[in-house]
Protein backbone atom coordinates (compact mmCIF):
# COMPACT_ATOMS: atom_id res chain seq x y z
CA UNK A 1 0.00 0.00 0.00
CA UNK A 2 2.88 2.48 0.77
CA UNK A 3 4.33 1.93 -2.63
CA UNK A 4 1.48 2.33 -4.41
CA UNK A 5 0.69 5.68 -2.53
CA UNK A 6 4.73 6.83 -2.98
CA UNK A 7 4.21 5.92 -6.73
CA UNK A 8 0.95 8.21 -7.09
CA UNK A 9 2.83 10.53 -5.53
CA UNK A 10 5.72 11.01 -8.07
CA UNK A 11 3.24 10.09 -10.71
CA UNK A 12 1.44 13.77 -9.08
CA UNK A 13 4.42 15.17 -8.50
CA UNK A 14 6.20 14.91 -12.10
CA UNK A 15 2.51 16.17 -13.65
CA UNK A 16 2.35 19.21 -11.80
CA UNK A 17 6.04 20.72 -12.24
CA UNK A 18 5.11 20.13 -16.45
CA UNK A 19 2.23 21.54 -16.19
CA UNK A 20 3.66 24.75 -13.75
CA UNK A 21 6.12 24.81 -16.43
CA UNK A 22 3.54 24.96 -19.12
CA UNK A 23 1.51 27.94 -17.41
CA UNK A 24 5.06 29.63 -16.78
CA UNK A 25 6.03 29.46 -20.76
CA UNK A 26 2.32 30.68 -21.62
CA UNK A 27 2.89 34.13 -19.28
CA UNK A 28 6.30 34.47 -20.46
CA UNK A 29 6.27 34.08 -24.01
CA UNK A 30 4.09 35.27 -26.62
CA UNK A 31 3.36 34.28 -30.13
CA UNK A 32 4.44 36.87 -33.02
CA UNK A 33 3.52 36.23 -36.69
CA UNK A 34 6.33 37.21 -39.00
CA UNK A 35 4.53 38.82 -42.24
CA UNK A 36 8.16 38.30 -44.23
CA UNK A 37 8.11 34.43 -43.90
CA UNK A 38 4.88 33.72 -42.82
CA UNK A 39 5.80 31.41 -39.76
CA UNK A 40 4.73 31.93 -36.39
CA UNK A 41 7.64 32.41 -33.79
CA UNK A 42 7.54 32.48 -29.76
CA UNK A 43 8.76 35.79 -28.37
CA UNK A 44 9.61 36.27 -24.83
CA UNK A 45 7.63 39.31 -23.46
CA UNK A 46 10.12 41.00 -21.32
CA UNK A 47 13.29 40.31 -23.59
CA UNK A 48 12.08 40.54 -26.90
CA UNK A 49 14.35 37.82 -27.73
CA UNK A 50 13.04 35.01 -30.27
CA UNK A 51 13.50 31.61 -28.73
CA UNK A 52 11.31 28.85 -30.67
CA UNK A 53 9.56 28.77 -34.53
CA UNK A 54 6.26 26.79 -35.38
CA UNK A 55 6.97 24.24 -37.69
CA UNK A 56 4.42 22.91 -40.35
CA UNK A 57 3.84 19.78 -38.70
CA UNK A 58 2.79 21.74 -35.58
CA UNK A 59 5.89 21.22 -33.40
CA UNK A 60 7.82 24.02 -31.43
CA UNK A 61 12.04 24.05 -32.35
CA UNK A 62 14.35 25.94 -30.43
CA UNK A 63 16.01 28.34 -32.76
CA UNK A 64 19.94 28.36 -31.77
CA UNK A 65 23.46 30.00 -33.46
CA UNK A 66 23.02 31.50 -37.02
CA UNK A 67 19.24 30.56 -37.44
CA UNK A 68 17.79 32.39 -33.89
CA UNK A 69 20.02 35.80 -35.16
CA UNK A 70 18.10 35.25 -38.46
CA UNK A 71 14.42 35.21 -37.28
CA UNK A 72 15.65 37.19 -34.14
CA UNK A 73 16.72 40.27 -36.84
CA UNK A 74 13.58 39.39 -38.75
CA UNK A 75 11.15 40.20 -35.41
CA UNK A 76 13.18 43.39 -34.76
CA UNK A 77 12.70 44.28 -38.65
CA UNK A 78 9.01 43.80 -38.37
CA UNK A 79 8.90 45.67 -34.63
CA UNK A 80 10.38 48.42 -35.44
CA UNK A 81 9.30 49.65 -38.90
CA UNK A 82 5.40 49.79 -37.46
Known amino acids: ?7 LMILLLFTT ?3 A ?3 IDKI ?3 QFFLNL ?3 IVLVHRIT ?3 KYILTDQGD ?3 LLGAQKNQYQSMYNFQTNSK
Do not use: A, H, T
Open 1 to 7: MKKIIII
Open 17 to 19: SCY
Open 21 to 23: VSI
Open 28 to 30: MYK
Open 37 to 39: IKR
Open 48 to 50: GEV
Open 60 to 62: WVL
